[in-house]
């Protein structure tokens, strides 16, 4: 076990759904991570929160709605996604640099998601 | 765009062979170049890292291997087993000021070890 988990590991759902993923990380880290993995692609970062705070936004369609409520945990709102939105998304979490630590990030086992 | 990439999408090997997985990448401004290891059903597991300053890092039955003259970075895995069997991913940091660390990932390598 890496220290991060995510729920619910398999989701399936319409274009018209809302749903939300989660990840937890038990690791005291202070940044956390959104990737996509798709099929034959490499990992896509989509989001970066450092000290709770959105860092990094990388051209992510509004449909995908992140927040970090606190530093242990992240969610991920979808709505009105497409097919193409289906994947595999990962949670990763890392220690601020700034503290002297290592930048090395913990990956969770990841939601497929599958958009009907 | 500045990428990192892999040479061969799969590898196979038989057991107690050593195996050898390539990544090239473009951008020469990082901090760090990782190996991460994805085994099935799960998020990608670090493996080796290596500064940008140093030529070859070893652990335990892997050496990561970086040219910085050619951009070519090498995972070397000593007497290949099949719970080795995963895909490789190469990925490079590039902490730009940033006090996180934003990675970029290669497309990945599939290793399959036979017994």
């Known amino acids: 076990e890496t220290g991060v988990t995510q729920t619910p590991r398999h989701l399936v759902m319409g274009m018209t759904n809302k749903k939300s993923l989660k990840c937890e990380q038990h690791?005291?880290?202070?940044?956390m991570y959104w990737y996509k993995q798709s099929a034959k692609k490499p990992l896509e970062l989509m989001f970066v929160?450092?000290?709770?705070?959105?860092?990094e936004n990388n051209s992510v369609p509004s449909r995908f709605s992140p927040e970090c409520p606190n530093s242990s945990h992240l969610f991920l709102h979808l709505h009105t996604l497409q097919p193409e939105d289906s994947a595999l998304y990962l949670c990763a979490s890392s220690q601020d640099r700034n503290s002297g630590s290592r930048y090395e990030q913990f990956f969770g086992p990841g939601t497929r998601l599958t958009v009907l | 765009g500045e990428s990192v990439g892999l040479h061969l999408p799969t590898l196979s090997v038989q057991e107690g062979d050593n195996s050898i997985i390539n990544c090239a990448y473009s951008n020469s401004a990082s901090d760090y170049f990782i190996w991460y290891k994805q085994e099935s059903g799960k998020g990608p597991q670090f493996i080796i890292d290596?500064?940008?300053?140093?030529d070859k890092r070893q652990g335990q039955r892997v050496t990561v291997l970086l040219n910085k003259t050619v951009k070519h970075l090498s995972l070397q895995i000593a007497a290949t087993q099949p719970g080795d069997s995963a895909v490789y991913f190469c990925?490079?940091?590039?902490?730009?000021?940033?006090?996180?660390?934003?990675?970029?990932f290669g497309q990945g390598t599939i290793l399959t070890v036979h017994p």
């Open positions: 290596i500064r940008s300053n140093m």
């Open positions: 690791l005291g880290h202070n940044a």
């Open positions: 929160y450092s000290l709770e705070e959105r860092v």
């Open positions: 990925a490079e940091l590039n902490a730009g000021g940033t006090s996180y660390g934003k990675l970029t």
